[in-house]
């Protein structure tokens, strides 16, 4: 794998030979925060701005949150990382952002850590894919060869559990929750204006934090992510009361995957599974 | 009063304030440390350095019923669900934590309407400081040396406590706590060289590190008048931001609130629920207009709520610099950062 360094360098590169050549009007990556650790999202306008740019193994935003702040038109260079470039597959594929708007950088990487612990979140907490599917230039060498680890390995303990056990495990995790909505807001694909949970008329849950209101946001926000979470974990990594969100999606993703044999955000000629309809489709969500 | 207690003996302590009432201690939760009501002396353990939460809900709950009523009913039918609060021990507390509980009294407990909630939680709480320990390292995000508080500032507390070696030194700082180490016979008084070694402390504390930069409350405060229509300032400091609620609910000076009426099977409770300015709804008006639509005008009002409007309003920067925003923010915006660049700017 290409060094964290020399992709910084790279990105930095193609970022100013964009911006000067006029080709975007913004880069979107990742920018010093107040200290070498803690980098953060960062919307480079100038080629002045481009020295701001950083990548290292804690840069683990997921860029396409911000590409609908743009007005559609607006010519953007996005860093992606592989589950990030599956975020931007399954918006194009929602139709939220134009394949021709976009430059994709990019960015070939495992090994990333969570600032907060340390941890490697390779395939624990993210799809753990080493390439974007879908880029314009790699900012470094591709990685060969497929992740020893599969993303739906960590549910081995998950799967373990019966019903009643994953209904109490669950219940404990959302009576921790104390909706902040950091989750819905980190990922890519919440961009629901207005969230149904904001909606007063109806009101579809209440406002405090316990546990009927609690339990009907986050059921219903992982229902609404089924076929279409790119596994980033960043609602994961959001949240500031740890509740491992990434289970649930990896759960549904794995499911969609055995029945109807896609995963999202892979290739941009696929329609979202649950907007497509085919005869041999799986009928075992009937049963 | 001086009190000297053996750190490993600390249950023992916690087991005598569990017979008097509510014992309220930082716990260790699965991410971290939180205040907590504590079931077994053994719970509590000093071993931190701060709170992920503020301990704000120690006075003002996350949430917070007020009436239980049915719809259809008269409203003489719906019942007031009142307070009944036995003493509390807010143990373990950070001196700029500390210092919030003054600045929100300005808010519940100072002018205008007062609010009985926070009011009688206030009466019944005793509080007991904790200074942070100074041989240890501030973390990166703290900066509440800029505003002036010191890592072993007594004021504020009922009962302040510092560490030194292995045993944990109790001061009482006012009538009340006195009283209540008095109170306290099963613990030993401190020597006199305990008395110094505290003193001292407290003095050492204002010396103690954390990021700094030179904060007079009314420059900043022209500087963010100056700065309010400033777009590209505000779109460039908020490019980043999610616009979620975490700062503002770990925040330990953070008060605003919503209203709700939640009602079930004609069975209603009306409740207080934190609110925060963050949220895309938080300013959305009935007619459907909404004055904040933008990221940036949510971090906006946030930064000069607490660094401007709240001086030119109250006289005091309504911010303790304790880091928990920064700390917690999942794409790492800084507040003090963004002060530093709105003085440069």
Known sequence: MTDFKQIENNLKKEAKRLLEAGEVTVVLAYGRGYDEKHSMPFAAKTSADVEKLVFNEYCNFNMARYLMRYPCGTKIAIAAKAADSRAIVQLIQEEKVRREDLIILGIPAYGMKNQKTDEVVDSKTTCGLYNPPLYNILLGEEVHGQPVVSPYEVLAEYEAMDKEARWAFWKKEFDKCIRCYACRKACPMCYCDPCFIDQSKPRWADKAPQSPGNMMYHLTRFHHLAGRCIDCGECSRACPVDIPLYLFHKKVAKECEEMFGQAAGMKLEDKPVLVDFRVEDSDKILE | ?345
């Open chain 2, 1 to 345: 009063m001086l009190k000297k207690i053996s750190i490993n003996k600390i249950s023992e302590l916690a087991a005598a304030l569990m017979g008097k009432g509510l014992l309220l201690a930082p716990v260790k939760e699965n991410s971290g440390y939180n205040f907590a009501e504590i079931k077994n002396p053994n719970q509590v353990d000093l071993d931190f350095h701060n709170t992920i939460a503020s301990p704000k809900a120690a006075f003002f709950p996350h949430k917070e019923d007020f009436i239980k009523y049915e719809t259809g009913k008269p409203i003489g039918a719906a019942s007031v669900i009142g307070l009944s609060l036995p003493p509390t021990f807010l143990f373990g507390v950070r001196p700029c934590d500390v210092k919030s509980f003054g600045i929100m009294d300005i808010h519940f407990n100072a002018s205008g309407i007062i609010d009985p909630y926070w009011k009688q939680r206030r009466e019944v709480t005793t509080i007991f400081g904790y200074a942070f320990d100074l041989e240890k390292p501030a973390e990166t995000e703290e900066f509440y040396q800029t505003l002036g508080i010191g890592a072993a500032d007594p004021e504020g507390s009922d009962v302040f406590m510092i560490k030194k070696g292995d045993d944990l030194l109790l001061d009482s700082v006012t009538a009340k706590g006195e009283k209540l180490l008095a109170e306290l016979k099963n613990f030993a008084e401190g020597k006199v060289t305990d008395k110094k070694y505290y003193d001292e402390y407290i003095k050492k504390g204002r010396e103690y590190k954390t990021r700094s930069m030179c904060l007079e409350p009314e420059a900043i405060t022209k500087k963010l008048e100056d700065l309010f229509h400033n777009t590209d300032f505000w779109m460039g400091v908020s490019s980043a931001c999610l616009s979620c609620g975490i700062c503002t609910f770990v925040c330990p000076t953070c008060y605003c609130f919503d209203i709700c009426d939640d009602t079930l099977f004609g069975q209603g409770t009306r409740r207080r629920v934190w609110d925060a300015c963050m949220f895309t709804d938080f300013t959305l008006e009935a007619s459907g207009h909404n004055p904040r639509t933008h990221v940036y005008q949510r971090l906006r009002q946030k930064v000069c709520h607490k660094y401007s409007f709240h001086v030119r309003k109250y006289g005091v920067i309504s911010c303790v610099g304790c880091g928990r925003c920064t700390k917690h923010c999942p794409v790492n915006i800084d507040i003090y950062s963004i002060i530093e660049d709105a003085m440069k700017a």
